[in-house]
């Protein structure tokens, strides 16, 4: 069975310095990784995926990605944090052909000004 | 291009009610998937339709169905609701692609099921 862990409820970071929101993954073929950004009261926007290809996936608004498979993580990353960066972030995985996505419980990121 | 589109936006329900739910995909996707989320968690996968049918279920009772008609939009029933059945409802649409699989999903803004 596939599942996601997000280690960290809560991540704080000062604007302008790097974040790193983590997440790690449990499948039993290739995965495919996504990362979705959540704001108060809106759905689910996507902001990277890895299905195969370099380990490092960059995705919109300046966010990235790492792949590492021996780790079994897939953590996201951006180098300079905006305070409009704050909402609720969720990793989701699925099998390479599967249909089901699975995410992980979120983390709340809060950029502070 | 339109994205994801759900209706109502919010709904108050009563207990042993029943209540649809509809969804229209992004143009150009022909799958539909719903996910519940609960205050303060991760969506949880309900159901998933393509070729209107549906191909795969979460951990849900039978008291979840749905259906896709052909024009690739989807409707949630939820009969004999519970107060536990209050949450956000996610509407997710996606392309399968051949040799790939299913790609990103893009999700609608949810309808707020409310269950006093």
């Known amino acids: 069975a596939q599942s996601v862990a997000q280690p960290e409820d809560q991540v704080n970071v000062a604007e302008g310095n790097p974040l790193t929101v983590k997440c790690t993954y449990s499948?039993?073929?290739?995965?495919?990784l996504f990362w979705y950004v959540q704001y108060p009261n809106r759905g689910l926007q996507f902001l990277l995926k890895?299905?195969?290809?370099?380990?490092l996936v960059k995705g919109s608004y300046g966010f990235e990605a790492e792949f590492n498979k021996s780790q079994t993580s897939f953590h996201l990353k951006k180098p300079s944090a905006l305070v409009s960066d704050s909402a609720l972030y969720f990793c989701?995985?699925?099998?390479?052909?599967?249909?089901?996505?699975?995410f992980g419980p979120g983390t709340r990121l809060s950029v502070l000004p | 291009d339109a994205g994801v589109t759900q209706s109502p936006t919010h709904l108050i329900k009563t207990r042993g009610q029943q209540v649809t739910l509809r969804c229209s995909p992004k143009?150009?996707?022909?799958?539909v998937s719903w996910y519940q989320q609960a205050l303060g968690q991760g969506p949880q996968f309900i159901f998933q339709?393509?070729?209107?049918?549906?191909?795969q279920r979460g951990n849900f009772p039978d008291r979840f169905s749905g259906h896709q008609f052909p024009n690739y939009s989807s409707e949630l029933n939820v009969n004999a609701l519970l107060l536990g059945d209050s949450a956000l409802y996610l509407c997710?649409?996606?392309?399968?692609?051949?040799?790939?699989?299913?790609?990103?999903?893009?999700f609608g803004p949810g309808t707020r099921l409310t269950v006093l």
């Open positions: 997710a649409s996606s392309l399968k692609t051949r040799g790939l699989g299913w790609n990103e999903q893009f």
């Open positions: 499948v039993s073929g290739n995965p495919y």
């Open positions: 890895y299905i195969t290809g370099d380990n």
């Open positions: 989701a995985v699925r099998e390479s052909y599967g249909q089901n996505f699975v």
């Open positions: 143009s150009g996707h022909d799958t």
């Open positions: 339709y393509y070729e209107e049918e549906e191909r």
